[in-house]
């Protein structure tokens, strides 16, 4: 790895020199090339003039156009997501995409008198869950209306679960609604 670190870094060096060189001497390098600038090109007389060597700092300039020093550096976006799309970036399942937790479940309780208990009853009940948007990664807020029948012989005992009617998660099927009764005291 250090071979491949001073490979990369001198290889940089050279580019910034060359770069430096030809933005300032284009017409020289035109004209004689690389050995001309660096060794210098023959003058009117016959005597050589000139000649260059970058004296700037390269890694400044690197800086500049990669945004960071170091060559080896991952370019992610602000929420830690690969920007590029690679095959072991995040994007689109690719191999390292980060698993999201499972939605939790939407526990409601319902309030029931005993005369509701024993007859039975409808009850609307409303909540909020989490949904998915179109493109399958961010919520949001959805609110919600159901009814829940109250059979009789129900108690405080019985819970129902509605399966697949909850908070929605990128990557998961939807949570559980779960109701629980309570009794109103009389």
Known sequence: MKFARHTTCSLIVRLNNIYSYIAERKGWFDKYGEYGLKEGVPGPDGTVIGGYRYGGNSFEIFEKVFGTTNPFADRLED???????????????????????????????????????????????????????????????????????????????????FAHKGNEAEGHRPSNVVVKFVQEPH
């Open 79 to 161: 929420d830690g997501k690969d920007q590029f799309g690679s095959m072991f970036g995040d994007s689109y399942g690719a191999l390292n995409s980060v698993v999201h937790p499972a939605p939790n479940d939407i526990v409601l309780s319902v309030k029931c008198s005993l005369s509701e208990f024993y007859n039975g009853c409808m009850k609307k009940i409303s909540y909020t869950r989490l949904g998915l948007m179109h493109d399958g990664r961010t919520q949001r807020d959805i609110p919600m209306e159901m009814d829940v029948e109250v059979k009789a012989g129900f108690s405080e005992s019985t819970v129902l679960t």
